[in-house]
């Protein structure tokens, strides 16, 4: 089991950036795919972006490439989220999740476990 802490989140202009960390406890970091997600005002959660357990492979929704960096530190247990050129409709209160087998997924419910999220809040 692994329990996942985000941070990082806050008020930025638009054309800013963030880097939102998510710390896991535990041991099996490195071997948890692990996910970013978001839910806007009023939507429904979405996958944002997915990285592999060795951290070589990734995935991005449209919405965010080029813009957005997913990475992990396996050493220090925490995943990462660079994200630049922010826009007002990021705005969202964004998840971290782990899953322990398969794929990079888009799906919310291929994920077991899930942090409590951070706000990220992008003003015009």
């Known amino acids: 089991q692994v329990q996942l802490v985000e941070s990082g989140g806050g008020l930025v202009q638009a054309g800013g950036s963030l880097r939102l960390s998510c710390a896991a406890s535990g041991n099996t970091f490195s071997t948890y795919i692990m996910a970013w997600f978001r839910q806007g005002p009023g939507k429904e959660r979405e996958f944002v972006a997915g990285i592999g357990s060795a951290g070589v492979y990734s995935r991005y929704a449209d919405s965010v490439k080029g813009r957005f960096t997913i990475s992990r530190d396996n050493a220090k247990r925490t995943l990462y989220l660079q994200m630049n050129s922010l826009k007002p409709e990021d705005t969202a209160v964004y998840y971290c999740?782990?899953?322990?087998?398969?794929?990079?997924?888009?799906?919310?419910?291929?994920?077991?476990?899930w942090g409590q999220g951070t706000q990220v809040t992008v003003s015009s």
């Open positions: 999740a782990a899953r322990g087998i398969g794929i990079i997924s888009t799906d919310t419910d291929r994920y077991d476990y």
